[in-house]
């Protein structure tokens, strides 16, 4: 809840600025002896409570501990209590008037009821010349020399540097999440441990796959055998980069997040690796987005890359890398790991590399194209994959198998902690045997004094739900699995009735959810309140109950539907429509109740549907499903799921794969309007373009029979701009006319644009009425419009940058810039030196990379300028200059002519 805040009156204002005065008045002098006296005990302490502070050496003194409150700074202790902490100036004042170690012990001594925590612990070490080298010290006792080296520099000796303990403190950040993923305990997996180092020492340039369940601890295990790298006790440390798909912004359908990852983990473990590693980040940040930060963003949010799709899609997202420039990156990023790592081994660890597997073999043929190219590149790079068997790609796949016995038993003694009875072990591990989630099942049961977690492996998933006290959330939690969160309505409204227990009212809802909330060996609370059940559990019991109770299962989704179409908000979109693909409701309804943004909610349940659903959610997330999943989908359902595998296969230009998806195509019926286009344009893209029109006439009669009168525009364009491209510009005239009637009858803006750039050549004009026409219709919105689809951005900038300045901006924003020609850059400067002119040299002032003031060269500024900045930090200064100073058109249309190149390949620019 947020509280209102406090208007403060300018009397309270001038009042606490006359307090501060006096404060830094008063310490600002030289204070007497007592004061001096608790100065110097408060300097040796991280924070002080009055109550325990003593002077060193004088009497307590209550005016003089006023004086000191009086220039100290109000905290909050670990616990929450308020404490005092002395002002970082006035502490090394303090402590640099003090005589040395000696008085510093001396300090400590008379004070030792000191604060606990790192932070202290750090200040008495260095006071004291007691603190353990950085290399030595954990993450918190780094952050703590961080704060403690502030007040200290300069004042003792052997204190570490700033930049020594920044290359600790990344290192330690670095490996902290793989400590927590390892724990301390890897039971029984030395084999696979030594597996994975013979073969990162060895000559088989394959990815591993470490294969298994999920729970199977094939992440533990990874993150094991890294942590056993760094910490050699012969030989030099692993390099590795350590790449988790589960984390935002990493994504496998776009390497180059992949790659920059990997190198900037490499330079934290390799100092010297810093100029290739911001060499090799910068030029291909520049090269694929101007703000690497908006990446994640921009893939996350499908409406936000939604282009030329038509609304039932979501479509692809957009590519950081062309696919012809990958090749290049991938040589680079080997090559600099050549140059940089040249002895031993490098290890490329990719963790959840389920997250590629289900984005389908495209995603796949794109990564194993990758890892071919390291390996041949840089024969001392090892990939290994953490993930699902079979791996989707050629691999030595490494599956983890269930715990032998001694490590089952291992396993749950760690599990139980220190109260752990061995003779009580094996029994237990006799009867649930080595799966890990068998183990922590029956753990969990033994640890909440049930002594029945030993019972055969087949009944210990029901006895979980057997074993609950309460009768009635024990008759609501076997049908609860149906549920993917639950709150007191939903367990009255939704749950209540197909369980058979009457919940009369909210109070008994209230006490219901109170009691499930107590079953954490089922459930944990989730951030809005609700309750989830554990992932790993409901894998396990959710089939067996959808094979046992179909009739239940599908009372529980129906009541869902009806209770979440009542409520506001993406999660109860997403409840809503998880429970209606659930139930195998048509494309049509979904379509109807779809909302954009709930598809991030959905796909981690996607395997928990019937496959006409997985297909609906796969087209809408950008997901590829087996083939063997999509010979159970209905054939409206396979359509669409292909729409968008095939898209996506054509913007990696690849046309040939695309055809064999299309040949894939269940047996009988006709096809539909969309996928006769689509087919169309896999053969255009083949360069069959007599069969691409032929397949786009067909399209244009099916949609005109279907009513679908988006495709019907699609297909009237492809054949247009197929007709332009093979030099029949007048045949293409009519087809465009009708198609902008279409376009401006279905409020397509976008298309609109599209058509009235492909009119151009047909009226072999590129400029006059039809530039003039093109401008009109590029209002504000559209420019915003415009950025779904960075393309046609480049075009209409290209094509009216001059009269739509604004268009120009947008470019920079959306597409940066690349590097220019010579010719480019001495055209550019030249207009940028003449605008400046008029304006004092302001630009260049503002421009200069010491900022508004600096003292300028008289000439040349600009044609450096343009030839050092890096593209997308020249492309933000351009779009802020020309916005903020007055004149700055002539500079809009010089970068609109370069934008026009760039489209056109006149003046191609070179590295």
């Not at 940089?340 to 289900?358: C, K, M, R, S, Y």
């Not at 290994?384 to 396993?411: I, K, N, S, T, Y």
């Not at 009372?555 to 998880?578: C, F, M, P």
Request: hydrophobic share 45%; aromatic share 4%; with cysteine.
């Amino acid at each position: 809840m947020t509280t209102a805040r406090t208007r403060l009156s300018a009397a309270t204002v001038e009042e606490r600025l006359d307090r501060l005065t006096r404060r830094t008045a008063a310490a600002a002098g030289p204070p007497p002896p007592a004061e001096q006296a608790y100065r110097q005990a408060a300097a040796v302490l991280a924070c002080y409570d009055p109550a325990t502070l003593r002077p060193v050496g004088h009497a307590p003194d209550a005016a003089a501990l006023r004086a000191l409150l009086a220039v100290s700074e109000p905290v909050h202790g670990a616990d929450g209590s308020p404490e005092w902490r002395l002002p970082e100036a006035l502490r090394r004042t303090t402590l640099a008037a003090m005589a040395g170690p000696d008085a510093h012990r001396r300090a400590l001594d008379t004070n030792p009821d000191r604060p606990r925590g790192p932070v202290q612990l750090a200040l008495t070490r260095y006071l004291t010349d007691t603190a353990p080298p950085p290399a030595e010290q954990d993450l918190d006792e780094l952050l703590a020399t961080t704060r403690v080296a502030a007040w200290l520099d300069g004042l003792v000796p052997g204190l570490p540097g700033a930049t020594e303990i920044t290359d600790h403190l990344e290192r330690r950040r670095l490996l902290e999440p793989l400590r927590r993923l390892a724990g301390t305990h890897v039971a029984g997996r030395a084999d696979v441990l030594a597996e994975l180092a013979e073969h990162t020492a060895g000559t088989d340039r394959r990815p591993m796959l470490i294969g298994g369940p999920g729970g199977i601890g094939r992440s533990t295990v990874l993150a094991r055998f890294i942590l056993d790298g760094e910490h050699r006790s012969t030989g030099p440390r692993l390099p590795f980069a350590h790449i988790d798909l589960d984390r935002p912004g990493l994504l496998p359908q776009e390497p180059l997040t992949l790659l920059l990852e990997a190198v900037r983990q490499l330079r934290i473990q390799h100092p010297g690796l810093r100029p290739l590693a911001e060499f090799f980040t910068d030029k291909w940040i520049a090269r694929a987005a101007p703000d690497l930060h908006t990446l994640a963003a921009a893939h996350a949010d499908s409406a936000a890359t939604a282009r030329g799709t038509t609304d039932h899609l979501t479509a692809s997202v957009r590519l950081l890398t062309a696919p012809a420039e990958r090749e290049s990156l991938y040589r680079e990023f080997a090559r600099l790991l050549a140059l940089a790592l040249p002895d031993g081994p490098v290890l490329l660890a990719i963790d959840t590399f389920e997250a590629a597997q289900d984005m389908g073999p495209e995603v796949l043929a794109e990564l194993r194209r990758m890892f071919d190219l390291l390996a041949a590149a840089n024969p001392a790079l090892r990939v290994v994959l953490a993930g699902r068997v079979p791996a989707g790609l050629p691999a030595r796949e490494l599956r983890l198998p269930d715990f032998d016995r001694d490590a089952a038993r291992a396993r749950l003694s760690a599990l139980l902690g220190p109260a752990a009875d061995p003779a009580a072990l094996d029994p237990v591990v006799d009867a649930v045997g080595g799966d890990p989630l068998d183990l922590r099942l029956a753990a969990d049961l033994i640890g909440s004094g049930d002594t029945t977690g030993g019972e055969p492996h087949d009944h210990l998933h029901r006895h979980v739900l057997d074993r609950i006290e309460d009768p009635d959330v024990r008759g609501l939690a076997r049908p609860a699995l149906v549920l993917r969160r639950l709150t007191p309505a939903v367990l009255r409204y939704v749950l209540a009735g197909p369980g058979g227990v009457r919940v009369p009212d909210d109070l008994r809802a209230g006490e219901l959810f109170d009691l499930f909330a107590r079953e954490t060996a089922l459930l944990g609370p989730a951030a809005d309140g609700s309750l989830e059940h554990r992932g790993d559990l409901r894998r396990r019991l959710l089939p067996l109950l959808q094979a046992e109770a179909p009739e239940q299962v599908a009372e529980i989704h129906e009541a869902a539907v009806l209770h979440y179409v009542q409520e506001d908000g993406l999660t109860a979109r997403a409840e809503e429509l998880y429970h209606r693909l659930g139930l195998g409701e048509s494309a049509t309804e979904l379509d109807r109740r779809w909302q954009p943004g709930v598809e991030a909610l959905l796909t981690g349940s996607i395997d928990e549907l019937p496959p006409g659903s997985r297909a609906y959610l796969a087209s809408r997330s950008g997901r590829t499903l087996h083939p063997a999943t999509l010979r159970e989908v209905p054939a409206e359902q396979w359509e669409r799921h292909a729409e968008v595998q095939i898209t996506r296969l054509l913007e990696l230009d690849d046309p040939h794969r695309a055809a064999e998806v299309l040949g894939r195509r269940p047996a009988g019926g006709e096809r539909g309007a969309r996928l006769l286009l689509l087919e169309a344009r896999v053969r255009a893209a083949l360069g069959e373009l007599d069969s691409a029109r032929a397949l786009a006439s067909a399209a244009r009669s099916r949609a005109v029979e279907e009513q679908a009168r988006g495709v019907q525009l699609e297909a009237d364009y492809a054949q247009a701009r197929w007709a332009v491209d093979e030099g029949f510009a007048e045949e293409a005239g009519p087809q465009l006319a009708e198609a902008a009637r279409l376009a401006e009858d279905l409020g397509d803006r976008l298309m609109v644009i599209r058509i009235e750039l492909a009119r151009r050549p047909c009226a072999g004009d590129g400029s006059g009425d039809g530039a003039a026409a093109l401008a009109r219709l590029v209002d504000d919105r559209t420019v915003r419009l415009l950025s779904q689809d960075p393309q046609l951005l480049l075009a209409a900038t290209a094509a009216v940058g001059e009269q739509r300045p604004e268009l120009v901006r947008q470019s920079l924003r959306v597409i940066g810039l690349r590097r220019f020609t010579p010719r480019q850059r001495t055209r550019l400067a030249r207009v940028l030196g003449e605008w400046d002119a008029t304006l004092g040299g302001e630009a260049a002032r503002t421009a200069a990379p010491a900022g508004p003031g600096a003292v300028l060269p008289s000439a040349g500024f600009w044609p450096n300028w343009l030839a050092t900045a890096p593209p997308h930090q020249a492309a933000n200064a351009l779009i802020a200059l020309t916005t903020a100073l007055p004149g700055g058109t002539a500079v809009l249309a010089a970068l609109a002519g370069v934008h026009r190149q760039w489209l056109t390949g006149d003046d191609p620019p070179t590295e």
